[in-house]
Each structure stands twice: as structure tokens, then as C-alpha cells.
């Protein structure tokens, strides 16, 4: 892949919902002042999602992969944006430097996502999702295997390692790119 030219980097921020994606980003975006791109509020605000037909899971959003990313090329191109996703390999791997794949403990990540009203089959699937590793054989298969990271999401400690972890990384990274 030929090098960028982006001063700053993009990272996404990937798991199964309920790990802490948006806990991270969030705190990542005020520790290094890149931008929080968050995904579901994209796809309101271009109302690019549709609800899943299954009536088992009828709050479930089925998204238009190709408009999500029009819509986001640019910022994409321009860098510094940190992707809050549940997906992760839609994204070009030309413009994606750094894979947090989050990971949670399973009884944690059950608490958490009964409290978000989770239920039924969308329960036991996203907790499949997890137990199973989806998320992390996505990104290992989308992208190289020394951009992809799986992080430890059980504790508050965990969440500022992991953010001291990643602060570091950019700070590098802009340090090698001249940002
Ligand atoms: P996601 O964006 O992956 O769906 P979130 O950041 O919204 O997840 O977090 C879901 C809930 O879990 C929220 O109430 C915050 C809590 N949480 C997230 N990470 C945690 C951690 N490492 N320790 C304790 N609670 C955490």
C-alpha cells in the first residue's frame, strides 16, 4: 500500500454493542482532539438505515453500506477521524490505520445490554457475536494483522489503559507524519 498523506490518522473503534465502542471514543476525542464519527448518528442524520423486517427484531437497523460511505469519504480522506461502528470492514483499508477491536467479559457485556432493553433473539445474537469473536475475525481478515489491536473493555480501569494506550499510538503516529 503506498504511504499516506494524511497528517492524522483514522482508527476505527469496533465490538459487538454494548463492549464500550462509544465510552472509548468519546474519551479518546477529548484526550487527542480527533473527531468522534459516530456511525448510527450518520445514518440518522442521512437517514441511510432501514428497520429489519424480522419481526423477532424489529429495532434492528439494516444499513445502506455504499451511502455510508459517500457520506463519509471525505471526512475519511481528510483524516482524524475516530469510527464508532459495530461493523468494520466496509472501510477502505487505504484510509484506515489503526483496528480496536473492544472486548468485554460476557456476563458484563449480558448486564449491559439488558439494561439497553435488549431481549430475546437480538440478546442471545449480539452475545453470540461476542462469545464467537465476530468482530475480531472481521477486522483480521479486513485488514493487516499489525493494525488490529484487541482491547479489554470489563472495568473503568480498563477503558483509561486502553485510551493511555491509543493517546500514545497517535501521538507517534503524528509525530512519523508530520501532524
Ligand atoms: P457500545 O458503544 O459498544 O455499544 P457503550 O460505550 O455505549 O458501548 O457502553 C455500554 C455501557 O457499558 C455504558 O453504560 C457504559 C458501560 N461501559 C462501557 N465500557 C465499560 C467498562 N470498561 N467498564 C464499565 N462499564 C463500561
Known amino acids: 500500500m503506498p504511504p499516506t498523506t494524511r497528517t492524522l490518522p483514522n482508527i476505527i473503534i469496533t465490538g459487538t454493542p454494548g463492549v464500550g465502542k462509544t465510552t472509548h471514543c468519546t474519551e479518546l476525542a477529548a484526550r487527542t482532539h480527533l473527531h468522534h464519527l459516530d456511525i448510527n448518528a450518520i445514518v440518522k442524520q442521512h437517514n441511510i438505515g432501514e428497520a429489519s423486517t424480522d419481526p423477532d427484531d424489529p429495532t434492528t437497523v439494516i444499513v445502506d453500506e455504499d451511502r455510508l460511505l459517500d457520506c463519509i469519504e471525505n471526512e475519511l480522506e481528510d483524516g482524524g477521524q475516530i469510527i464508532d461502528w459495530h461493523a468494520c470492514d466496509l472501510f477502505p483499508p487505504s484510509l484506515i490505520d489503526l483496528v480496536c477491536v473492544v472486548r468485554c467479559e460476557n456476563g458484563a457485556l449480558y448486564d449491559r445490554l439488558k439494561e439497553r432493553g435488549y431481549k430475546g433473539k437480538k440478546l442471545e445474537e ?54
Not at 480498563?158 to 485510551?163: C, E, Q, R
Open 126 to 179: 449480539n452475545m453470540d457475536c461476542e462469545i464467537m469473536e465476530v468482530l475480531l475475525q472481521e477486522a483480521r481478515d479486513a485488514y493487516d494483522a499489525d493494525i488490529v489491536v484487541e482491547l479489554r473493555s470489563d472495568s473503568t480501569a480498563d477503558i483509561d489503559s486502553n485510551v493511555d494506550r491509543i493517546v500514545t499510538w497517535v501521538e507517534n503516529w503524528r509525530k512519523d507524519h508530520g501532524g
